[in-house]
Structure formats: structure tokens, C-alpha cells
């Protein structure tokens, strides 16, 4: 069984910057893929980035590309997403994931393991 929590959300101005971290309990954790997903009210929970188990291959959704970068830290069993040129349209509940997939995907359906959310709120 792994667990997750994420830490580090908070409000922000457009155009600013926040780090997420995720820390995952568990001593299969260097196996696993781990991704983050986010939601809004109302809306599905859509895929954000994805690494792989030893983080070699890293994946993005368009809307973050080029403004998002996901890492990991096998060593300290910690993923963190660092979100630069922050959107109104990125404010959402950020949720960290796990999967016992050594690669992740983008659906929600693959992942195994959910955190509790850490809100993100980007102001104009």
C-alpha cells in the first residue's frame, strides 16, 4: 500500500511560480510511476505530467507543456511538480498519483494510488 500527501499549494498572482511535493510512504515506491492530475468544481479530473519509475521519461499534458516540470527523488520517495507562468486557468485541486505501472499515462483509470489534493488558486 502507498500514501501520498501533497503539500506546497497556496495562491498566487498570473504569471508567478509554486513547487507541489508529493511524498509517498511505502518501500515500493521507486517502482511506481507517478503523475499529477487536477480538478476543478464540476469538471473531470484531468492528467497534468507523469515520470516514470526511475524518472527517465517524463510526460505533459499540452496545456502545461513548457511551463510545468515533474521530478522525483527515489531516494527521499518524493515527486514534485514545479508550475512557472502560472494561469488563472491552472487554478484547480492538484492531485498527486501512483502507479504500479513502471510508466504512467494520462488516464485517470490507470492509477492506483490518489492523495488528498493541495489547492492551487491563480489571481488575475
Known amino acids: 500500500q502507498v500514501q501520498l500527501v501533497e503539500s506546497g499549494g497556496g495562491l498566487v498572482q498570473a504569471g508567478g511560480s509554486l513547487r507541489l511535493s508529493c511524498a509517498a510512504s511505502g518501500r515500493t515506491f521507486s517502482s511506481y510511476a507517478m503523475g499529477w492530475f487536477r480538478q476543478i468544481p464540476g469538471k473531470e479530473r484531468e492528467f497534468v505530467a507523469a515520470?516514470?519509475?526511475?524518472?527517465?521519461?517524463?510526460y505533459y499534458a499540452d496545456s502545461v507543456k513548457g511551463r510545468f516540470t515533474i521530478s522525483r527523488d527515489n531516494a527521499r520517495n518524493t515527486v514534485d511538480l514545479q508550475m512557472n507562468s502560472l494561469k488563472p486557468e491552472d487554478t484547480a485541486v492538484y492531485y498527486c498519483?501512483?502507479?504500479?505501472?513502471?510508466?504512467?499515462?494520462?488516464?485517470?483509470?490507470?492509477?492506483?494510488?490518489w492523495g488528498q489534493g493541495t489547492r492551487v488558486t491563480v489571481s488575475t
Open positions: 498519483a501512483g502507479s504500479r505501472e513502471r510508466f504512467g499515462s494520462s488516464v485517470y483509470d490507470d492509477w492506483n494510488y
Open positions: 515520470i516514470s519509475w526511475r524518472g527517465g521519461t517524463k
